[in-house]
């Protein structure tokens, strides 16, 4: 993912900004998948509305 994301040209990055911000949501949802040691079918795993607040706003306004 980070790779990928240094790769993309600065052009892309301006015209894929909601995508980039979904993708840092998915991104941070895995994390916690990852914390949780994959447990999802133990319980349900999801970010709160803040934690995706947070991070999509840190995302949208990232430097470019």
């Known amino acids: 993912y980070h790779r990928a994301l240094a790769t993309l040209p600065e052009v892309d990055r301006k015209s894929q900004q909601v995508s980039l911000v979904m993708g840092a949501i998915y991104y941070a949802l895995?994390?916690?998948?990852?914390?949780?040691?994959?447990?999802?079918?133990n319980q349900r795993i999801k970010l709160s509305h803040f934690e995706k607040l947070r991070v999509a706003s840190k995302a949208f306004y990232a430097p470019s």
């Open 30 to 41: 895995l994390e916690k998948i990852e914390q949780k040691q994959f447990a999802v079918f």
